[in-house]
């Protein structure tokens, strides 16, 4: 199950059972732990009411869902020459019926532009190759994916089989998910990042969300130096976070302002981390890398990619 379909489920769960339900998400991928509390009386709820339901869920997920892929893949693309390992991207998100369990299938062929065989175009990310190639939401891809340098995307339209030759962007090969949770967590496993989707929510504006994947790249792009401590690599991680939200253009000096302005806020919550710095700690370390990557950034030409120092 992807991690949509693993979220969607999560969110209409009580819609389809009409029973209440106890659910955790794995590390790994989503999956849904139900304990049925057969005790709980149960308010019956119309056909027409739990489509409308599931309607508001999904356009809920399917929002959280692109505003990560817009947000990560601006972050990807612009610091591809700093990554290791890249890959080619369009900015195309793909599903197919079998990503979704059996109980939601029906109603993922209602609302999802998506039939029984094949696999569709689940969203296009705004401004990406795929969006200047006007792939439309619903358009069944035929060959092609995924996508390559060597092979046109072949789609079903309107007007038939039509082969789209795109030139691909280079990205990181590091994508980022939402997972359905109300822990306020982000974290990697060096490959992909994982997003709650209480983080997402509650992340503010775009700079804010992309401070939190920069933070979750950086991990990944710079491995922990042999022997430096949880709370170095975390203050590490906050200011290649700095650079990398830079070479992509969001508003790092904003960032930083927001940072100190919540910082009472969240004093408590990060004074019970195992891992993280005290807020204020990192907030006088975010200042200084702020600081640096505004002097280094002045030493280089417009456009130029700031690299890890």
Request: aromatic letters at 4%.
């Amino acid at each position: 199950m992807n991690r949509f379909a693993g979220a969607l489920l999560l969110g209409c769960c009580v819609v389809l059972s009409g029973c209440k339900e106890v659910v955790s998400v794995a590390k790994v991928g989503v999956r849904a732990e139900r304990a049925f509390q057969d005790d709980t009386p149960i308010t019956p709820v119309s056909q027409p009411d739990r489509y409308a339901m599931f309607s508001d869920i999904l356009k809920v997920h399917r929002a959280r869902a692109e505003r990560v892929a817009r947000i990560s893949r601006a972050l990807r693309v612009a610091n591809a020459p700093i990554c290791s390992v890249t890959r080619p991207d369009i900015g195309l998100s793909t599903h197919q019926l079998s990503d979704y369990p059996e109980p939601i299938r029906p109603l993922a062929m209602h609302f999802m532009e998506i039939e029984e065989d094949g696999r569709f175009v689940h969203f296009v990310v705004p401004d990406s190759p795929a969006d200047d190639a006007d792939i439309r939401r619903g358009e069944r891809i035929l060959s092609g994916w995924p996508v390559s340098d060597a092979a046109p995307l072949t789609l079903e339209t309107e007007q038939g089989p039509q082969a789209i030759a795109i030139d691909p962007d280079t990205a990181c090969a590091i994508p980022a998910f939402v997972v359905q949770s109300d822990r306020l967590n982000a974290s990697t496993d060096g490959r992909e990042i994982d997003l709650s989707s209480a983080l997402v929510d509650q992340a503010g504006d775009d700079s804010g969300l992309a401070f939190i994947i920069a933070h979750e790249m950086a991990h990944v792009i710079r491995p922990p130096a042999e022997g430096a401590s949880r709370w170095d690599v975390e203050l590490q991680a906050d200011a290649d976070a700095l650079v990398l939200m830079r070479n992509a253009g969001f508003d790092i000096d904003g960032t930083v302002r927001v940072w100190a302005a919540g910082v009472e806020l969240h004093r408590d919550s990060q004074a019970l981390s195992l891992t993280h710095p005290p807020v204020d700690i990192r907030l006088q370390a975010l200042r200084r890398a702020l600081s640096e990557t505004q002097r280094r950034s002045s030493l280089v030409a417009p456009g130029e990619v700031l690299r890890l120092d």
